[in-house]
């Protein structure tokens, strides 16, 4: 199996599974709600993201390594570091 192959099957979805009943739906990235209705391919839809990128040798699966974030804040973080949180925007 590849680096990447695990995140389709049973131990990511179990990891995904954990973020989303553990975590507040919040982007950590823009800091703003995320909408849980929308379809998983909308750019304001709810996404893992690692906060160690995978191929900077983050675990895919480590809960300590994953936050929530809408699918286009994900996308436009791609490998690089993490965000400076807004001021004031997060509600944790």
């Known amino acids: 199996m590849g680096k990447h192959d695990g995140r389709s099957g049973r131990r990511w979805r179990r990891a995904v599974a954990q973020l989303k009943s553990e975590s ?8 703003y709600d995320i909408d849980m209705t929308l379809p998983h391919l909308h750019p304001r839809a709810w996404t893992a993201e690692h906060i160690q ?39 944790w």
Do not use: M, T
């Open 53 to 91: 990128p995978l191929s900077a040798g983050g675990d895919p699966y480590d809960p300590d390594n994953l936050r929530p974030a809408h699918r286009g804040c994900n996308s436009r973080k791609g490998n690089g570091p993490p965000p400076i949180p807004p001021r004031g925007s997060h509600r």
């Open 24 to 31: 507040l739906p919040i982007c950590w990235i823009c800091g």
